[in-house]
């Protein structure tokens, strides 16, 4: 697979269950990215794991880091309809590179 | 909260014509960066902006675009003589230094 590519590429829950999304990624990274875009829309950054971190939660995101696998999940929990949006993993490299490389998302439908 | 801005939110070119896309990053960051995102397809990005020059670019970013920061707000990208292919939605980022946040983008059309 491609650097950052997401896993499922579509997702569909009923309203109050949770969301799990997974990226993975190929070279070593200084930070991962998640972010939420609806259609046709801004990206909104939701949260950054760095390399030397393994979980970080805010608020009902829960973002994991297994960088000997090179994969990230993401996990919402307790969906909202207000969730539905596409997912995004962006990853920084770890030559200091700023430039995100995204993958091509999950899109999460969240029945009410 | 502050947030980035950009204008327009749509704009539609003919094919050789030159455009200007607008961006306020927030105004305590450092970093700068253009991405786009052609329809159906991933977000890529374009270049890296930070102490007044380019300090990444892609392939994409070829001798047709060029970056400037005119003064101590605004964040433009110029396309010199656009081509059917660059019809995307172009967003502005910002960063302090890590977190890059998102405009809403542009939404280019050339025809």
């Known amino acids: 697979s491609q650097q950052g590519e997401e896993d499922p590429q579509a997702l569909s829950i009923q309203e109050g269950e949770n969301a799990t999304m997974n990226c993975s990624y190929k070279?070593?990274?200084?930070?991962l990215q998640w972010y939420r875009q609806n259609s046709g829309r801004g990206l909104v950054h939701l949260i950054l794991?760095?390399?030397?971190?393994r979980e970080k939660h805010s608020g009902r995101l829960r973002v994991t880091l297994d960088t000997s696998k090179k994969s990230s999940s993401l996990l919402i929990t307790a969906s909202r309809a207000a969730d539905t949006a596409s997912y995004f993993c962006?990853?920084?490299?770890?030559?200091?590179?700023?430039?995100?490389?995204f993958g091509s998302g999950t899109r999460l439908q969240v029945q009410p | 909260e502050p947030e980035v801005t950009q204008t327009p939110s749509h704009q539609v070119t003919q094919m050789g014509q030159e455009v200007i896309l607008r961006c306020v990053p927030i105004?305590?960051?450092?970093?700068f960066y253009w991405y786009r995102q052609i329809l159906g397809q991933k977000v890529e990005f374009l270049v890296s902006?930070?102490?007044?020059?380019?300090?990444?670019k892609s392939e994409i970013f070829d001798d047709q675009f060029s970056v400037e920061r005119p003064d101590g707000s605004n964040f433009t990208l110029k396309i010199r003589s656009t081509k059917l292919e660059d019809s995307a939605m172009y967003f502005c980022?910002?960063?302090?230094?890590?977190?890059?946040?998102f405009g809403p983008g542009t939404r280019l059309t050339v025809t």
């Open positions: 980022a910002s960063s302090i230094p890590w977190e890059q946040y």
């Open positions: 070279t070593s990274i200084n930070n």
């Open positions: 794991i760095r390399s030397n971190e």
């Open positions: 962006a990853t920084a490299q770890k030559t200091g590179r700023r430039a995100l490389t």
């Open positions: 105004s305590n960051h450092l970093y």
């Open positions: 902006f930070y102490n007044n020059e380019i300090s990444e």
